[in-house]
């Protein structure tokens, strides 16, 4: 599952970036795959705060999820702990 290529149109996770002082902690949203660009997709990223596009993004799926990376949601169990 890791291993297959990421295509437009997909659904993963965008592992959004907390705020610097902690208050907002790090943690995933879904999002729509735009684009892929050297195997690193561009996502349309759905947010309670609204939506936004971001560049091609790494793949990370290690613990504890880093902020700016992407991973396939069927790899993410609710345990996940974020950075
Ligand atoms: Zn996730």
Redesign the pocket.
């Known amino acids: 599952m890791n291993n297959q290529p990421v295509t437009i149109g997909r659904i993963v ?1 965008y ?1 959004a970036r907390g705020s610097a002082d902690g208050r907002y902690p790090s943690t ?1 949203r879904a999002a729509i795959v735009t684009a892929v660009d050297h195997g690193q997709p561009a996502l349309a990223v759905f947010s309670p705060e609204g939506l936004f596009f971001s560049d091609p993004l790494p793949h990370a799926d290690a613990e504890p ?1 880093t902020g700016g990376t992407w ?1 396939w ?1 069927t790899t ?1 169990q609710d345990s ?1 702990r974020h950075a």
């Open positions: 996770h592992v995933c999820l991973h949601p993410h996940h």
